[in-house]
């Protein structure tokens, strides 16, 4: 494989000086806080955004085009009505597929040559979310070979297209608030799931309508919120974190703890919903800023070749995260201290295994399973997990969220990592810690 089809945090010598420096690579050195300019929240969140976008428009530009997946075209429409009333005409791309495959993504570029939106609007979840802005990014740069883009990297957006808003439909990825988006490369064999990296990839404009959350089924809600939980946990874990982030994530993992239970078992639950709501979106902006954890990482991986979803991949991968890492930094202490952890005179390994075990009971709670072999949709034999193991590794190594580990890790850690996640028994998870 040459050095173009491969993304830029794959390169061995660039990997290796980040990992060499820690997770504190670029600590204060490039540090800008991003975040979308306007969010509108609450119940006439859609009215006030369609009034906002109508104000801004002049008459030769009102056009959006609708990314939606088939299965939400609905909720779609229900904007699309509204817009048509302030003279906004739309379009649909509705061809939005889980972890957004890089040829569905040009087909949507292509609609945009034709039809020249001056907004691009997301209604759906990360898929959804990371689909618009890529088709953004292709569409206004045709010829960007993703993989050169390292970061910081500006590539002028926002040219052609004047307004990239999103309404998440699921309240976890956090793809509202944050500038990264997973494309699936379908170019590579096999396709592997590639982080881009740009700030223009941050939503203008995001709306927190509590209507377009409301009907997520349970098993659904669960698994956007442990994302939400990973992301704001993971990050807190990275020593590159700064004030900024900490605030967002320590506060967002306090709202999930005492909401997702709640909207998972009462969908109803409308304070439950919108807290859920806000939770992600500030978790958004707490890992966006810096980066996810090795969940991620490894999550990014099994995801990749089982087709679980991501919310459950990373949930199952959080405790080995923070075991791992814990061996060096006391971040977890804080952690602890959310889920009610007594931190005052003890050792180090007894507070970690309390966290775990109060982070275990809070999944079983939610039905989240804790681990490879709890997965039932779909279910996940050993032998082709184990047999999946050398490419797990690798796709894990090469992930972009390797870069912030706060302990530096090898393929061989990963691969320990990996090995105990099929059981993922407590001990095992303590063993992360001392060895
Ligand atoms: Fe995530």
Redesign the pocket.
Known sequence: MSRRDIAWYENDMFKSLYIKAGSNAFRGYHSPIISPKTTFVGTNSLNDFINHISAYLSDDERRVLIVVDKDLRKLGERVAKRMDQRGINSRFYDNVLPDAPKNTILEGAKICEEYDPKIILAVGG?SAMDTAKLILLFYEKPEININNMSAPYYAGLRKKVKILAAIPTTS???AETTFIAVVTDTDRDPPKKTEVVLYEFCPDFVVLHPDFVKTMPPGLTMGTGM??L??AMGSYMLTMSTLFTDMHNLKAIEIILDYLPRSVKRGNDMEAREKMQMAAYIAGIG?GNIS?GIE?SL?HSFGALFHVH??IC?GVFLSASIAFQAKVTNRFYELAKLFKIDVENRLRDEILKDLLAELRKFMSNINCPLSISEIESPKVSKEEYIAQLDQMVDFAFNDYCTLSSTRKISELQYRKILEIAYENKLEDLMNLFYS
């Open positions: 990360g976890g990825t956090g994302d939400a990973a992301h890992f996810g991620h999550g991501h919310g990373v």
